[in-house]
């Protein structure tokens, strides 16, 4: 679990200085503010609303999940701008480690996901909730694991094809791209290949 978390903080070290090379240094820069809005997604995607029925998207709220976890790395390499990388990489998988390994009960899914935001609204690191609110959808750790190295190569595709400037195609032949994400990683085993066999099946199917 170590090696896959660094491998995960690395990745998204990496991706946040393809977009800024000085990113852990810029204050403009709010993560736990960018989780507040992808949990407040997750509970609507989930359901909250009592007047009327609502069936949870479960495969919804894992993708939120996913895209929190972005943002909860960054947060938490974020806190360690004065270590070298690698050394801030080791200490936030240590820390994060110990969450994964809980099994205790994790108890309902809104009470913890408006914990998680609460948390971030502070600025905290909602360590527990997010693993709990992971464990309440069945979520695992793998899970976590392979759809975080897809949705990072996701990401990169899209910076790749004018995501900055506003000329990228979210919606291909009626279908947005988490969509044929999702195709390619249900087809693809998790392993060493998997993240140029990810950008590989996208650039197939994303229209010329």
């Not at 896959?4 to 946040?16: H, P, T």
């Not at 989780?35 to 997750?42: I, P």
């Not at 947060?75 to 690698?86: F, G, M, Q, T, Y």
């Not at 200490?91 to 809104?110: M, V």
Request: hydrophobic share 40%.
């Amino acid at each position: 679990m170590i090696a896959q978390l660094r491998q995960m903080f690395e990745m998204q070290n990496k991706l946040n200085a393809a977009i800024n090379p000085d990113w852990i240094n810029d204050p403009s820069q709010d993560w736990h503010c960018a989780v507040v809005v992808e949990g407040a997604e997750m509970i609507d995607h989930y359901g909250w609303k009592w007047w009327k029925h609502q069936t949870p998207d479960i495969e919804q709220v894992h993708l939120e999940l996913v895209d929190i976890w972005h943002f909860l790395m960054s947060a938490e390499l974020k806190r360690h701008p004065a270590l070298p990388i690698d050394e801030a990489i080791v200490q936030s998988a240590r820390i994060w480690e110990d969450h994964f390994n809980q099994t205790q009960d994790s108890g309902k899914f809104l009470p913890l996901a408006k914990a998680l935001v609460g948390k971030s609204a502070l600025s905290d690191m909602p360590y527990s909730e997010f693993c709990k609110v992971m464990k309440v959808v069945e979520f695992d750790f793998d899970a976590l694991y392979k759809w975080y190295i897809g949705k990072n190569v996701l990401n990169y595709f899209r910076q790749d094809h004018g995501y900055k400037d506003g000329s990228y195609i979210k919606v291909w032949n009626g279908r947005e791209d988490n969509e044929h994400l999702a195709d390619a990683l249900n087809s693809l085993a998790c392993d060493a290949s998997l993240a140029d066999n990810v950008y590989q099946a996208l650039s197939k199917v994303y229209p010329s």
